[in-house]
Structures are given as C-alpha cells and as structure tokens.
C-alpha cells in the first residue's frame, strides 16, 4: 500500500506539501502545477486518503469537521485526471462548501476509472454516503452506485434520477455565435468532441451553434465542424489541416476554452494573425484565457459557484431533504477581450 511519503517521492515535493494538497490548505501559497503534480502521484500510485490525518483546522479559518458522512466524487475528464482548469475548478468549488460546512471528500475518481469493475468494486466496498458526480456513468456502472449511495448530485450529466447543477450550453453556443454576427463574421467554424456522444452533432453545443446558424440564414460548412475530441494535440493537427488547405471561415466558436488556446496555436504557427485574419471565441472563461496571445474572448461559466451549489445540495439530501430532484442552472456571460 502506497504511503504519503510515497506521493511526495512521486510529485518531487515534501511530504508537508502533499499534506496541505489533500487537505485543501490555503494558508499557505501552493501552485496549480504542484497541486497537480500531488494528485497526479495520488492517482497513479492509487493512495487512499486517510480522513483521520487530516488536518485539524484553526476555530479562525473554518469550522472543525462535525459529520462523519463519507463523501466522493466523479471527475470528468479525457485524459490526465487533475490537469483540466475547468473541472479544477468545480473539483474547489466543492471541497470549499463541503469543508465550510464539516464535511470532506473522501475519494475521487474518473468514469473512465470505474468502468474498471475492481476499482468500482473497491471503491464502493464501504459504506459511502454521498456522491458528487461530473460525469454521465455508462447505464450499468450508475445503476451499480446508485444501489451502493444514498445520494448523488451530477454536475452537467444525462441523470434525470438525481438533483443536477449546470449552465445552459444551448444558450453559451447562442451568445458566442451571434456575437460573431455581429462583428460581422459570416463564414463561422464550429471546434469541440463528442465527450460521451457518438457525434459531436449529439452536443446542446453544437446544435445551439447550428440554431443560430440557421437563425441568421448562413452558411452551414461540414468542412470547418472540427472534432477535436477534446484533445489539444488533435485539435492544433486538424486546424492546422485547415490552414494548409486554404478553406479556412473567417471566425471559428470553440467550445472549450483550452481547444480554443490550442487552436490559437496552430493559427499562430501557420502565421495567422488573431483576430485581423480570423477571429476566436472560446466558452468557460478559465484562468489562462485571459494571458492567452492574444487573451481570448469566451463565455464565462461559474464553474467555482457551480461545486459550490453541488454541494449544497448535497449536504441538503444528506440532512434530510427528500424532495423530488431539481436541476439548477447558473447564469453565463460574454467576456470581451482581443481574440475577436
């Protein structure tokens, strides 16, 4: 069984460090690479965190945990488990409500990791009481949890059993595109991945760009819909085919805001210029957007207020609350910078 020391050995940090990670200690200053480098090393070598070491906060920053409630969650993701700022985002969210409120988060895993039915298996062995879940769970693995756990909250996921909190990706499409329209773009390409879809034209992303599309009477081109399956390597290797073969739009909407860095990559090294020769709009305001070359205009998603809703709702189910389940949808915004 993998130790702490063992984590710190792994992500080249002292094992006081990796304590202040798990623990969500923000007395001291911490970067996002190292924080990612510890859950990194807690992923691989599949360490257990040990809720009884956890550190005993001071009565000052927050109140000490009262609820023996042992709670998880499901992350999203493609590919390295603690490197997407998007759901870093939502992950802080969450332990923020849940450490203010004396709770913690026991465990976190993927989807990808619990269609593995030993760490399925193993990670529900004990009693869990509730679970917050970014990912929609093939039908068999979902059925599997919600006969282990009491509670579930998703995040953006296909459930219609359990509470959900979200935003509205029709609507994110809808302002992104016909902002474009009125910059007066009318050659619109459309970069994103079909997650757990078949298609990338199953998305709400997608088809709220089509709506708008076909809203304003303009061109639908199959040549500039870029399935990038949420790859950024993909993604600078299909746009870079675009660039090559001359049959660029004028502005493309990228549904994720480090598609659309990656794409200003690629545009950037077949010597476009950003946005006097073709203009890009990202969705989900991450931190980086804003330090992008040139810094990215995108729809803002509070994917921090989001966690911190999700967990609410889950302390609610917990506490008693046995209303039917609701969905709730935060506000999204258009953020102006220079990419458009």
Not at 62 to 68: G, L, M
């Amino acid at each position: 069984m993998s130790t702490i020391r063992d984590v710190a050995k792994l992500a080249n940090v002292s094992i006081a460090t990796v304590s202040r990670v798990l623990n969500n200690d923000t007395q001291y200053k911490i970067t996002e690479e190292t924080r990612n480098r510890v859950w990194q090393a807690v992923t691989q070598l599949n360490y257990s965190i040990n809720t009884n070491l956890k550190r005993q906060p001071k009565r000052s920053e927050h109140p000490s945990p009262k609820h023996s409630s042992k709670i998880g969650c499901v992350l999203s993701v493609t590919k390295n488990k603690y490197n997407d700022p998007y759901f870093m985002s939502i992950l802080t969210g969450v332990e923020e409500r849940l450490t203010s409120k004396g709770y913690s988060l026991s465990f976190i895993r993927t989807g990808p990791e619990l269609e593995d039915r030993q760490m399925l298996n193993n990670t529900f062995s004990e009693q869990v009481d509730g679970l917050i879940m970014m990912d929609t769970l093939n039908t068999n693995v979902f059925n599997f949890i919600k006969s282990k756990v009491p509670y579930i909250i998703g995040i953006d996921t296909d459930s219609l059993e359990i509470d959900n909190v979200g935003y509205d990706h029709h609507r994110v499409s809808s302002l992104a595109v016909n902002h474009l329209i009125e910059k007066g773009h009318t050659k619109i390409g459309y970069i994103g991945g079909r997650g757990k879809k078949n298609s990338i034209k199953e998305s709400s992303r997608y088809h709220g760009y089509i709506s708008t599309l076909h809203e304003a009477g303009l061109e639908v081109n199959c040549d500039w819909i870029v399935d990038c399956q949420w790859d950024e390597k993909i993604c600078i290797e299909m746009v870079t085919a675009l660039c090559k073969s001359k049959n660029l739009p004028s502005a493309f909407y990228v549904a994720s805001d480090l598609m659309a860095i990656a794409t200003l990559n690629a545009l950037y090294s077949n010597g476009l210029k950003v946005p006097d020769d073709i203009a890009v709009i990202g969705m989900s305001n991450i931190e980086m957007s804003s330090y992008s070359n040139p810094p990215l205009t995108t729809i803002d998603v509070p994917t921090h207020q989001i966690g911190m809703v999700a967990a609410d709702l889950l302390i609610d189910r917990i506490s008693g609350n046995t209303l039917l389940p609701k969905k709730v949808i935060l506000p999204t915004q258009l953020v102006l910078r220079s990419s458009t």
